[in-house]
């Protein structure tokens, strides 16, 4: 298997390509955000990054398993327009989430979303679904 490369940092958010350029993974770190404004930005900042890789193809696997729980109605209306910019970039989405309680809050946004994907606490699962494993 070919190393991973990280193509963006900051302290919210690491965006990595693997899988020779079939998978970019976005892992979330456990500091929250302390706005919507910096939500925002760093996501601006993940989104230009995708887009200069030219990711044809390309599969997302979100890593929010550290991630803090939000569900205050601003914070989710960010994340459905982050999602909606984001995700039509890449031919499949997965998430990776820590616990059933993860699954459900996840789940129940898909809902709202016009981007299926899988959510599972099994990285395995979710590769296997990317075409990946």
Same mark, same amino acid.
């Given at each position: ?6 193509? &963006?940092?900051?302290? &919210? ?5 693997? $899988?020779?350029?079939?998978?970019? %993974? ?6 929250? @955000? ?5 939500? +925002?930005?760093?996501?601006? $900042?993940? &989104? ?10 390309? %599969? ?9 729980? *939000?569900?205050?109605?601003? @914070? +989710?209306? /960010?994340?459905?327009?982050? *999602?909606? %910019?984001?995700?039509?970039? @890449?031919?499949? $989405? /997965? ?19 016009? $981007? ?12 296997? &679904?990317?075409?990946?494993?």
């Amino acid at each position: 298997m070919q190393p991973r490369q990280e193509i &963006y940092r900051d302290e &919210y958010v690491t965006l990595y390509v693997e $899988h020779g350029g079939k998978l970019a %993974r976005w892992v979330r770190t456990s500091l929250p @955000f302390p706005s919507i404004a910096a939500l +925002e930005l760093s996501y601006d $900042h993940v &989104y230009n990054a995708i887009k200069q890789r030219h990711l044809k193809e390309c %599969r997302l696997l979100s890593d929010v398993r550290a991630a803090p729980g *939000r569900n205050e109605p601003e @914070f +989710e209306a /960010a994340m459905e327009r982050i *999602r909606n %910019r984001i995700y039509p970039l @890449f031919v499949k $989405h /997965a998430i990776l989430v820590q616990s059933s309680v993860g699954k459900l809050h996840m789940s129940r946004l898909i809902k709202k979303d016009n $981007h299926p994907r899988l959510v599972s606490q099994s990285e395995a699962e979710i590769l296997a &679904y990317l075409g990946l494993a």
